[in-house]
């Protein structure tokens, strides 16, 4: 049974920075796509950002191109996601998933396993 679990969530102020980390139980980075998603409260769950298993590709939404960066170690079975110039209108709670398909997909059904999930607020 594959479990990630994620971490390193918290509150921080606008313009600050914060690392993400989802730690997978078995070895399915080099199998998986591996998708970063986050819900605000009242809003539906969105995708924000994902890597192949090969690690040669990756996807981003535009709201956070050239602040948000998707990274993986291997050999920790652990995929990052850096947050740099936080806004207010990141607060979420963000999930990582793992999703069998070869390029990922921005559609959060088709993702095969989650995390619980780690809450990040930034304040103005």
């Known amino acids: 049974q594959v479990q990630l679990v994620e971490s390193g969530g918290g509150l921080v102020q606008a313009g600050g920075s914060l690392r993400l980390s989802c730690a997978a139980t078995t070895r399915i980075l080099s199998t998986y796509f591996m998708g970063w998603f986050r819900q605000a409260v009242g809003k539906e769950r969105e995708f924000v950002v994902g890597?192949?298993?090969?690690?040669?590709?990756?996807d981003v939404i535009d709201s956070v191109k050239g602040r948000f960066t998707i990274s993986r170690d291997i050999t920790k079975n652990t995929v990052y996601l850096q947050m740099n110039n936080l806004k207010p209108d990141d607060t979420a709670v963000y999930y990582c998933?793992?999703?069998?398909?070869?390029?990922?997909?921005?559609?959060?059904?088709?993702?095969?396993?989650w995390g619980q999930g780690t809450q990040v607020t930034v304040s103005s």
């Open positions: 890597i192949t298993r090969t690690g040669g590709r990756t």
């Open positions: 998933a793992a999703s069998s398909r070869r390029y990922g997909s921005r559609v959060s059904d088709e993702y095969d396993y």
